[in-house]
């Protein structure tokens, strides 16, 4: 196995970008983004895409290179993902790929899972409850089937909630069940790497990067997709508190807090999500750059010549 992808994950904010480029330009390499809030386009500053130097610096994949007006799901970004590794792989023997997104990631290292066929009017049946009562009974109803994909799962996306209704009661059984199927083979070998810090610190950060983000035009941006609301991409934390400020429903520093208190809750998810996989090497996001690279450079040497 001469071809290597090392996956940087860890929650939000943590400083994965910073970490990815430096590896990227090591290993004179690309970067794979598989952060699922970063694939529009118009969605800029709410998703902290890589800056214009950063991108300069080393090349992206997968950086707002769709539109909000497109369908695009982790089965579409699968193929896409591994049909660019292919290609890198002609060129580079490593690639890094970076994100948020713990589906997205897993979708490229293992492959989609096989989920059965449930019937259709499971999922109308959940879009109707969802329109007249809100999320919070879904939230509820899938806290009762399937507690592990509650706490794993973004459920404050309707449509990834949804889905995993419809699993459980089409099937009888969790959704989170049908996630432990054979990883599909790939060509290449993931050395994973993750950040972590005390949860004190991920929060501050976490507030920190939003009163940024104000300060750099998130309100006006919102603003501008106000009338797009409607779209699965903008039910993203970031935005959809300011549509609820921007309607008249909260005050503008209520919806902000509620950005700040939405995307902490993210991030602890992504936490149990990255924590499930124990062949990740965890590092606090303050560890020199070339000790990690240390790491990853004694297991590509034992990967290739094993014991």
Partial sequence: MNNFLISIVGPTAIGKTTLS????????????????????KEMNIGTAVPSIKEIQDVRHHFIQHKSIYEVYNVGAFEKDAINTLELLYKKHSVAVMVGGSGLYTNAV?????????????????????????????????????????????????PQRLIRALEICIGTGRPYSSFLSN?????????????????????????NERVDIMIENGLMEEAKSLLNQKHLNALNT?????????????W??????SEIKK??????KRQLTWFKKDNTTKWFDYKTNVEDIIDYITIEIENIKNPA
């Fill in 182 to 206: 054979p990883n599909k083979k790939r060509n290449f070998k993931t050395i994973s790497i993750g950040l972590d810090a005390d949860r004190e610190i991920i929060y501050n950060r976490i």
């Fill in 251 to 256: 005050t503008k520093d209520f919806a902000i």
């Fill in 237 to 249: 934390v970031g935005y959809k508190e300011l549509f609820q400020f921007f309607e008249g429903h």
């Fill in 262 to 267: 939405n995307t902490r809750r993210f991030a």
């Fill in 21 to 40: 480029i430096a590896l990227a330009k090591y290993f004179n390499s690309e970067i794979i983004s598989s952060d699922s809030r970063q694939f529009f």
């Fill in 109 to 157: 290292i293992n492959g989609l899972d096989d989920f059965p066929k449930v019937d259709a009017s499971i999922r109308k049946e959940l879009n109707n409850k969802l329109e007249l009562e809100g999320i919070l009974p879904l939230q509820k109803q899938l806290n009762l089937l399937d507690p592990k994909s509650y706490t794993s799962i973004a459920i404050d996306n």
